[in-house]
């Protein structure tokens, strides 16, 4: 089998994975230009020597980021692991091979006074909704919705993908839970407290009605869609990132918060009060303790607060 046939079928086995499109485009352009390379040095890519992998490693680390770099490396050590696994090689060449060590670096968390800023602002957007002289009906839909969306980001720790994938025949307001389905398919429940059921609720009466009666076009997708934009369509992951970041922006939050923030902020305020660290994992959707434990850091607060109450001159010491 050729080195172009193999990736065929190592982009066939990923779709029946339900490995996301991303996924699987960033694999098959990663593999290619490796099989490419490895062509062009006239090697044999079913078994490369180990100086041929750390030639092209080279190359890679000067051109990338270690991340980037490291993203690569888990793409071709997974097309590796499947040519094994059907018969194509005998091994992974590149399983010998190190990954470069990624710096360690802590999730950008906000604080809950800072989440109740940038709810803050969307209730602004509401009082100050009666003044629009165009289109008030849109313009308080709109501020429903994105009440909505940081209400229910922030109460269920969603990524962003799953925000724009919210769809409501998985919503049950009465219970408090929204099914989403998560990385590799992997369907997860996410809780919705008081706050986020009102705020949904409130949008799905008064705001989401108004923005589907815009939609000038029959959508399948948009009947269950539960965010829509002002078009009346689903709201893709473009438009929810720019909404959230011009609402950041807004609030006046640093430089850098990203709505996968307010993911962030989910995990580490439940462990900060209290929440066990495998209910945590359950809650976010991830396969690894080990991926949640990032959030167990101690917020600098944390930390002063803990040495002033128990070092006996602390307190002297201001």
Partial sequence: ??????????????????????????????????????????????????????????????????????QRMAALRSFYRFAARSGITSGDPW?????????RRLPRVLEVEQVERLIAVVDEEL???????????LVRALA?????????AYAAGLRISELAAADLRSLDLRRGELRVLGKGRKERIGLLGRPAREAMGDYLAEGR???AARAGVVDPLADNAVFLNHRGLPLGVRGL????DRLCRRAGLPEGVSPHTLRHSFATHLLEGGADLRVV?????????ATTQVYTHVSPTRLRDAYRQ?????????
């Fill in 144 to 152: 429903l919705r994105d009440r909505a969306i940081v209400e229910t």
């Fill in 95 to 103: 399983g010998a091979v190190a990954t470069p060590r990624l710096p």
């Fill in 1 to 70: 089998m050729t080195g172009p046939e193999a990736l065929r079928a190592f982009v066939r086995s990923l779709e029946a994975r339900d490995a996301s499109p991303e996924t699987r485009r960033s694999y098959e352009r990663t593999v290619a230009a490796w099989l490419a390379w490895a062509e062009g040095h006239g090697a044999d890519w079913r078994a490369p020597n180990r100086p041929l992998l750390r030639a092209y490693l080279a190359e890679l680390t000067e051109g990338h980021a270690r991340s980037s770099v490291a």
């Fill in 310 to 318: 128990a070092h006996p001159r602390a307190r002297a010491n201001g």
């Fill in 241 to 244: 990132r720019y909404r959230l």
């Fill in 281 to 289: 994992q359950e809650l976010l959707g991830h396969e690894s303790l």
């Fill in 127 to 137: 009082a100050g909704q009666a003044q629009t002289v165009r289109e008030p009906d």
């Fill in 209 to 211: 009605p108004v923005l």
